[in-house]
């Protein structure tokens, strides 16, 4: 069972970045897939990105490709997800999810449906 706490969010302006981490307890990280979602108010939650258990592999959603990194080290517990030239449809509550995969696939997952752990999601706020 992994427990995953996400930080990092708050309130910034437009042009501006943050760091999220998302910091995971309870089992090995480094054999888990993580996909970062976001929600915002009235919409449902969407795809933002995601990586495999390395690190090795990433996609991201077009709205936010090269704008946004996901990152993690290996033996690492926490992947952050590094937001940059924020903007204000960036707004929303942003979550980490895991899913364990071992190290053998190489690939990575962008349906909510596919993880099976969630953390309690971070607020972030763009302002323009």
């Known amino acids: 069972q992994v427990h995953l706490v996400e930080s990092g969010g708050g309130l910034v302006q437009a042009g501006g970045s943050l760091r999220l981490s998302c910091a995971a307890s309870?089992?090995?990280?480094?054999?888990?897939?993580v996909g970062w979602f976001r929600q915002a108010p009235g919409k449902e939650r969407e795809f933002v990105g995601a990586?495999?258990?390395?690190?090795?592999?990433?996609k991201y959603a077009d709205s936010v490709k090269g704008r946004f990194t996901i990152s993690r080290g290996i033996n690492s517990n926490t992947v952050y997800l590094q937001m940059n030239s924020l903007k204000p449809e960036d707004t929303a509550v942003y979550y980490c999810a895991a899913k364990y995969t071992g190290v053998y696939f190489n690939g990575y997952y962008s349906s909510e449906s596919a993880y099976d752990y969630w953390g309690q999601g971070t607020q972030v706020t763009v302002s323009s």
């Open positions: 309870g089992g090995t990280f480094s054999t888990y897939g």
């Open positions: 990586t495999n258990w390395s690190g090795g592999i990433t």
